[in-house]
């Protein structure tokens, strides 16, 4: 089955640090999943962070990136310059357009210093 | 904009009980889903569905039962609980599934606790 694998946690830096969170997938019965990056702020519900549709691309959303590789199966998310704000858990998932479900990985709690 | 509610927000069960947890959203969404989400682990579907009355198995479907009443509303059962069943219980909705996917909107969770 379809699988995503992302950075054990909890990772911890400070502020005005650059980021990555590893992302890496393995889709078995689908040639071009859809990859997405969603989030859970403290306290708050699960929701959208970026998605990118298309191999090749890039998605952006509140000054991180991802990228969606084929040729290495990844899609790492960044960002140039954390803030404390960005404390969260940030988990990767992939779309199987054949059955219409996500697979996600177990993810990444970030906490970031002042 | 629109919202998903699931009610209760936590659930204190006994082992062996039958335990029914209840989302509404009123995106006007084709498309909902129920997943289950253990600690520190992330999300795997029990169940979702494409329409009123329609129901679809997910990955984690035994043990569970679901139903689509109208629309707006999916409810979810533990048929049996187990004391291995704590976990949250999240349920989401989108426009619609299949080759085209619309980002999935989440409720807040439902805690479960098994005694």
């Known amino acids: 089955g379809d699988s995503v694998t992302q950075t054990e946690g909890p990772v911890t830096v400070s502020e005005s640090e650059s980021l990555i969170i590893n992302c890496t997938y393995s889709?078995?019965?689908?040639?071009?999943?859809?990859l997405f990056w969603y989030v859970r702020y403290p306290g708050e519900g699960l929701q959208l962070l970026l998605k990118?549709?298309?191999?090749?691309q890039k998605g952006s959303s509140r000054g991180f990136e991802a990228t969606y590789n084929k040729e290495t199966t990844s899609f790492h998310l960044q960002k140039a310059s954390v803030q404390e704000s960005d404390s969260a858990v940030y988990y990767c998932a992939l779309g199987n357009t054949n059955t219409g479900k996500l697979t996600f990985g177990d993810g990444t709690v970030l906490t970031v210093k002042p | 904009g629109g919202i998903i509610t699931q009610t209760p927000k936590f659930l204190i069960g006994q082992e062996g009980q039958k335990l029914t947890l209840k989302c509404q959203q009123n995106f006007n969404h084709d498309t909902m889903y129920w997943y289950r989400q253990d600690s520190g682990k992330g999300l795997r579907l029990i169940y979702y569905s494409i329409t009123e009355n329609d129901l679809q198995k997910g990955d984690l479907s035994e043990g569970y039962d679901a139903s689509r009443e109208k629309k707006s509303s999916f409810s979810l059962t533990v048929t049996s609980a187990q004391k291995n069943e704590m976990a949250v219980f999240l349920c989401?909705?989108?426009?619609?599934?299949?080759?085209?996917?619309?980002?999935?909107?989440f409720g807040p969770g439902t805690r479960l606790l098994v005694l």
């Open positions: 990118v549709i298309t191999a090749g």
């Open positions: 989401a909705s989108s426009i619609t599934s299949g080759t085209y996917q619309d980002t999935q909107y």
């Open positions: 889709a078995t019965s689908i040639a071009y999943p859809n």
